[in-house]
């Protein structure tokens, strides 16, 4: 008995993981965006101490939503089983890997933008703003994409989940940095998702198989 509780409770508590990194992600994005308001090629990236502040201590808290986002994924694979596909499962957790060290990697970069000495140099907001852009955003749409896929043959998701998780990971695919704040589609559906797995969505599988006959002596 208590073993099955410990696997009923395993989704919730990761579920909520994920909606902690998703709000979080979401956060470090908007203040990201705010520290470099032009992108790779902006020119102003001065900031006050008070929006200094502030995004220095929204990146000591990004660590914290790349542990949230190791839940989320184990979360993921708990709802797939032992059914999941390796190949699949394989791609699934390399592109959840590395987007969490991009994550990692921008935000240390973002970090350097702030300080005082470094505010008019080129290369910390070039390499945070590429780094989460154009590389992070990809790993990001290859996870929605495993995501979905896994969903899709286990029948674990629900087909309007699926269907906006690979429209998801479109977006983050082809559009990437040509469209300001597109970032926050990779969180908008991890909280989607995560929502899902709280109240307990696992669609009902194939009727499983009966007994079989009996036979006569």
Do not use: C
Request: aromatic content about 10%; charged content about 10%.
């Amino acid at each position: 008995m208590g073993q099955k509780d410990e696997r009923l409770r395993t989704p919730r508590a990761a579920g909520i993981a994920g909606v902690v990194f998703a709000l979080l992600m979401a956060a470090a994005i908007i203040l990201v965006r705010l520290a470099l308001p032009g992108g790779a090629g902006g020119t102003e990236v001065t900031v006050d101490a008070g929006q200094r502040g502030a995004v220095q201590t929204a990146l000591e808290l990004l660590p914290f939503a790349g542990i949230a986002f190791l839940w989320f994924m184990g979360a993921l694979r708990e709802q797939a089983g032992a059914g999941e596909d390796r190949f699949v499962s394989t791609v699934f957790l390399g592109s959840g890997l590395v987007f969490v060290a991009m994550l990692f990697g921008s935000g240390a970069a973002a970090g350097t933008v702030l300080d005082d000495s470094r505010q008019h140099s080129s290369f910390g907001r070039f390499f945070a703003y590429t780094l989460l852009t154009t590389y992070g955003l990809r790993m990001a749409a290859v996870f929605v994409f495993t995501t979905s896929t896994i969903g899709a043959r286990l029948g674990i998701l629900p087909r309007p989940l699926i269907v906006l998780g690979y429209l998801a990971g479109l977006v983050l695919l082809v559009v990437g940095a040509n469209l300001p704040w597109s970032e926050l589609v990779f969180p908008a559906w991890a909280l989607i998702v995560s929502l899902h797995i709280l109240r307990g969505g696992r669609p009902a599988g194939p009727p499983a198989p009966g007994p079989p006959p009996a036979t006569g002596a």
